[in-house]
């Protein structure tokens, strides 16, 4: 079993930065390929950003976001990153960390066998 705790969202202004953490309980957080998905009011969940388990991990983003937002993890803290830069009002939306093992795409919600609660993030205009 894993236990994600997401953390680190807010208000901003567009053009803003913000920080998002997800702590991961349990000793298995470095096995897990993890990733961030959003969902705006009246949106679905839509895939934001992926890292895979290995050391020299790989990182997959949506292309709405690229080059606007990092995903990093440090697995000695057990613990998932994304930086949000230039945000934008449509960036708005609840976001939620998510942990799986299954063989597939990771931008895929059906991947993921652990979600966070999610942190909202709200980007004025």
């Known amino acids: 079993q894993v236990q994600l705790v997401e953390s680190g969202g807010g208000l901003v202004q567009a053009g803003g930065s913000l920080r998002l953490s997800c702590a991961a309980s349990?000793?298995?957080?470095?096995?897990?390929?993890m990733g961030w998905f959003r969902q705006a009011p009246g949106k679905e969940r839509e895939f934001v950003a992926s890292?895979?388990?290995?050391?020299?991990?790989?990182?997959t983003y949506a292309d709405s976001v690229k080059g606007r937002f990092t995903i990093s993890r440090d697995n000695a803290k057990n613990t998932l990153y994304l930086q949000l830069t230039s945000l934008k009002p449509e960036d708005t939306a609840v976001y939620y960390c998510?942990?799986?093992?299954?063989?597939?795409?990771?931008?895929?919600?059906?991947?993921?066998?652990?979600w966070g609660q999610g942190t909202q993030v709200t980007v004025s205009s």
């Open positions: 998510a942990g799986g093992r299954r063989i597939g795409n990771s931008d895929s919600a059906s991947f993921y066998d652990y």
């Open positions: 349990g000793r298995t957080f470095s096995s897990y390929t």
């Open positions: 890292i895979t388990a290995c050391s020299g991990a790989t990182t």
